[in-house]
């Protein structure tokens, strides 16, 4: 085999050297070595980072080829990843600076075998911060391979060892250091959000922290109160959204919605940053998506079975109580990402399906109506039908006067149920679209002086 060599610089360790790269070590996406190649099912390899990121994208083709792909599993090639390792390790040897390279010391001062087996054995007043900042370096250290990580979450068991700082308790408290539960939480968060550690690792996390999901939802409602920054209390509310995504249903649900701190602080972390009202996206996002879960509205994407209707209403008080309403409805007026909006209106529409979520909703009608109203065809489909759904609670179900009348102001508002009803959304969202139209006695003339679209005129009967 006669390998076809490019001249390019090395990783941020060997940086200066220049070497001969064979073209094949390069994906095909970024141009730069492979760290953790792939193949897809045409048979081309590719760095997995730069292939999730095009599959992640809405891509259905093969990026090299441009076929269309039956299947978007990503199968690790092995050999490949060996030949890159090999070559590697014998370029950095046969460099001229790697022996004055050699005396200096690593930066990690243990290793990560032995890094989880001190945070596993740190209970008994020792603190387990410092290991636990080593191995987040770690697990941040685009240098070492995804095959080593996925080894050390699994076989090594880091998620558990990790996972066992959050639960800590003597005597009902937690005796490990707000320092330390931040760390663990960023250990974990690390985890779950890496490209190159498997499903079935990251599971590992969902697993671990279910285990004692009292314990575990208050140590992280622990972090978002007291963390360091606005990144830590993001992380624990990303795990927070995590486990109730991938754990079991009814013990996760339930652990979260009986936890007033935890239901607070996510409250609090949808809501300004600082003296001026600004809000957070990833902030927002995080804490309203946690919300729409905790309220069993987590969208069509999660794969937990749908709860009784009194573990939804309880659930829906318990965030309607800690002012999730105000918050939501302000983050859906101010927020412009698609995503977010969608979680807004569902936690609304969870408020709507009981007494203290309509009172909040209507108190604040025309704001809350207004907004509602706004971002209707701007959240996707989800967010569309969530929408359509809190319309028909307070205007059509229970018929709130003022309710009404602040969808009868909203400006564009009959136009967009108009479109719901043409448009590919479910019967029974359809049905309540329907039932609003009819409940304005909206006719044809009515609807079209207001339809401002170059497309054709859709008739509501």
């Known amino acids: 085999m006669v390998w076809k060599e490019t001249a390019m ?56 080829t441009m076929l269309p792909l039956p299947s978007t599993d990503l199968v690790p090639n092995l050999t490949l990843r060996s030949l890159i390792a090999h070559w590697a390790a014998s370029a950095a ?96 968060a690390k985890i779950v959000a890496s490209d190159g550690i498997d499903d079935a690792n990251k599971k590992r996390v969902a697993a671990v922290l279910a285990a004692d999901a009292a314990a575990s939802a208050a140590s992280l409602a622990r972090v978002m109160r007291h963390g360091s920054c606005l990144d830590a209390r993001v992380d624990a509310a990303r795990l927070v959204g995590f486990l109730l995504a991938n754990a079991a249903a009814d013990d996760a649900r339930a652990a979260a919605a009986e936890s007033p701190e935890l239901v607070a602080e996510l409250v609090r972390l949808i809501g300004p940053v600082d003296e001026k ?12 998506t946690c919300l729409a879960a905790i309220c069993c509205c987590g969208g069509t994407s999660s794969p937990s079975p749908p709860p009784s209707r009194r573990a939804a209403r309880a659930a829906a008080e318990a965030v309607v109580r800690h002012g999730a309403v105000g918050a939501a409805v302000r983050a859906l007026r101010d927020t412009a990402e698609p995503r977010a909006a969608a979680m807004a209106l569902r936690v609304l529409e969870a408020a709507a399906g009981c007494a203290e979520g309509r009172a909040a909703l209507c108190e604040r009608a025309e704001e809350a109506v207004g907004a509602v109203v706004g971002k209707m065809m701007k959240a996707g489909r989800e967010g ?16 709130d006067r003022r309710a009404a009348e602040a969808a009868a102001a909203a400006d564009g508002g009959l136009t967009r149920l108009l479109l719901l009803v043409q448009s590919g959304c479910s019967p029974a969202a359809r049905q309540m679209a329907m039932e609003l139209l009819k409940m304005y006695r909206v006719n ?6 207001g339809y401002d679209s170059k497309t054709t005129h859709i008739m509501p009967f």
């Not at 075998?113 to 636990?132: C, E, K, N, T, W």
């Not at 979450?153 to 558990?160: L, T």
Request: hydrophobic content about 40%.
């Open 93 to 188: 040897a046969s460099s001229p600076t790697s022996a004055a390279n050699s005396s200096v010391p690593s930066a990690r001062t243990s290793s990560p075998a032995s890094l989880v087996r001190q945070i596993a054995g740190s209970s008994g007043g020792v603190d387990p911060a410092p290991a636990l900042r080593e191995l987040a370096a770690y697990l941040s250290d685009d240098d070492v391979d995804d095959f080593e990580k996925n080894a050390l979450v699994g076989a090594g068991r880091a998620a558990e060892a990790v996972a066992s700082v959050l639960r800590r308790k003597s005597g009902g408290e937690s005796t490990t250091s707000v320092e330390a539960v931040e760390t663990a939480t960023r250990v974990l």
């Open 444 to 449: 044809a003339k009515s609807c079209l002086a």
């Open 277 to 288: 009202g600004t809000l957070d996206g990833a902030a927002v996002e995080a804490g309203l």
């Open 384 to 399: 569309a039908e969530a929408a359509v759904a809190v319309l028909w609670a307070v205007c059509h179900r229970y018929r």
């Open 9 to 64: 610089r090395l990783p941020p360790q060997h940086r200066g050297l220049e070497v001969k790269i064979p073209s094949f070590f390069r994906c095909p996406i970024s141009l730069d070595v492979m760290r953790s190649p792939v193949s897809l099912c045409t048979g081309v390899t590719y760095d997995r980072a730069s292939i999730q990121r095009w599959l992640d994208s809405g891509n259905t083709t093969c990026p090299a």
